[in-house]
Structures are given as structure tokens and as C-alpha cells.
């Protein structure tokens, strides 16, 4: 593994890892399992991993990428958000209000507030790639992208690159 793309879940943004596979060119998605002599499967030929969340935020995705480099010393780590997401259809303040009006339970510390919906989808991005930047999680020798997926064309358009010199 070398690449990371992080997601939404959205099911009509299962496509999101193959995009981002073809635009790199050099990746392998989805892969196929590697049999031992006995039919165990050992390994994968797949080169990019997929990590999904609600709004395919990076904050919800900094384990995952932890772990992999540990498990596989990655290299580049992609966010991607896409056209007529659920996460644009509230503001963090909505979420944590309704949360608490119907569960009786305050969430408004336990996220950050940039990290709970998308406002405005560019400024999302960078947001993401500059968190994902600044965290200790994230080895400062890892290339960093953010795109944009747009659901009906399947265009996929480059944001933001933090490719370290």
C-alpha cells in the first residue's frame, strides 16, 4: 500500500478510490489477493487503500492513516469531497443542536468544528489537507492531495497539492 484516499461513504461515491487510481495511473485498485500453495490468501497486488467516513473528513480518518504508515510506510494520502454530499445539507451548529435535542447529550467538545459539515467545498479541502499537515499522525515526508469529485460526470479535479521539497 501506498496511497490512502479518504472519502465520503456515500454509496453514489464508491467510485471516488478507482478515480483517484486512474489519475495517479500507477495504482492498483481494487487489486487482487495473493494465494499461498494451500489457497491462503497472503496478500493483495492493491497499491491504494480506502478509508470512508461521513463527508470523507480527515479527522475521522487520522488513525487509519497512523496505522498504515506504520504498516506499510505510505506515501501519499488523498482526501476527496464530492458534489451534493450529505454533509452540506446542515451546519456544525445544527448538527451538535439537533444531536442534543434529541439524545439529551452535549457532542459540541468532542469534534472539531470545522471537521462536522462542508460549507463551502474548496475551503473544506484545504481545510482537511492542511489538518492532516499539522498533525503528528501524518509523517512530514508524505505527499498530500485534495480533490473534488463531482457524483453525475465523475470528473475528478485536483484542489490542493502539499508535495514535500
Keep these: ?6 472519502h465520503c461513504f456515500d454509496p453514489r461515491a ?7 487510481a486512474d489519475y495517479f495511473g500507477d495504482e492498483v485498485y481494487p487489486g487482487e489477493n495473493i494465494l ?9 497486488t492493491r497499491t491504494l487503500f480506502a478509508v470512508s467516513n461521513a463527508g470523507g473528513r480527515a479527522l475521522s480518518a487520522l488513525q487509519s492513516v497512523a496505522t498504515m504508515d506504520y504498516l506499510f510506510k505510505v506515501q501519499n494520502v488523498v482526501v476527496v469531497h464530492h458534489s451534493f454530499c450529505g454533509a452540506t445539507a446542515f451546519t456544525p451548529e445544527a448538527l451538535v443542536n439537533e444531536f442534543h435535542d434529541h439524545h439529551h447529550a452535549d457532542i459540541s467538545t468532542m469534534f472539531d468544528h470545522d471537521s462536522l459539515a462542508i460549507e463551502h467545498f474548496e475551503e473544506s479541502i484545504r481545510h482537511d489537507v492542511e489538518l492532516l499537515r499539522g498533525s503528528p ?27 514535500p521539497a
Design 14 to 20: 464508491s467510485e471516488i478510490p478507482q478515480a483517484v
Design 137 to 163: 499522525a501524518v509523517p512530514k515526508s508524505v505527499k498530500l492531495y485534495g480533490f473534488f469529485y463531482e457524483i453525475n460526470s465523475g470528473k475528478l479535479t485536483e484542489v490542493v497539492r502539499d508535495v
Design 1 to 6: 500500500m501506498k496511497t490512502i484516499v479518504i
Design 36 to 44: 499461498d500453495e494451500a489457497g491462503n490468501r497472503i496478500g493483495n
